[in-house]
């Protein structure tokens, strides 16, 4: 896997460091072999998205094995990193095939558990409504729990870049 940064404060070193560990021990949970796939992950910094864009995070995913994350970087470190391992947490829906957007007589479909959702139908309510985002909400402490064991130190060093 490979990871690549741009945007608000990403040419901060320690700062890709942290959020490499962080993704590798994410991913690492459900996918052991997740170093010696062949993945791309672009981390997009937004100063402010939540302003801009009413996220504070957001995946996307580009076939076959890119993925972007955008994040907001003028949050505290305690919520940046929830919003990491909830967009992580997408990422590792779509690399296991959980979760996936396919396009069907021009129409879009998200297809999460063998279950297909149409695209027209999904805008319609709160995205939060959706499984795959009741999932992710639900992983995320545990998740925490576990980057909190296993990056202990860049969660510390995390919390003195942001804050
Ligand atoms: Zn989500």
Redesign the pocket.
Same mark, same amino acid.
């Given at each position: 896997m490979l990871t690549f940064y741009s945007g608000f404060r990403s040419n901060n070193k320690i700062l890709k460091k942290i959020i490499d560990n962080i993704t590798i021990f994410a991913l690492k949970k459900e996918i052991p072999d997740i170093l010696d796939r062949k993945l791309n992950f672009n981390f997009v910094f937004t100063k402010n998205l939540f302003n801009k864009e009413d996220v504070f995070?957001?995946?996307l995913y580009f076939f076959p094995n890119s993925y972007s994350i955008g994040l907001d970087i003028c949050l505290d470190a305690k919520f940046f990193i929830r919003v990491l391992i &909830? @967009?992580l947490? &997408?990422c590792k829906q779509y690399i296991k095939k959980e979760l996936k957007e396919i396009n069907k007589n021009g129409k879009c479909l998200y297809i999460y558990k063998n279950k297909e959702y149409v695209f027209e139908q999904i805008t319609k309510q709160e *995205?939060?409504e959706n499984e *795959? @985002?009741k999932d992710?909400?639900e992983q995320e402490d545990e998740y925490l729990k576990y980057i909190d064991k296993y990056c202990r130190e860049d969660i510390t060093c995390l919390h003195r870049l942001l804050h």
């Open positions: 995070g957001y995946t &909830h @967009e947490i &997408h *995205w939060s *795959w @985002e992710a909400l």
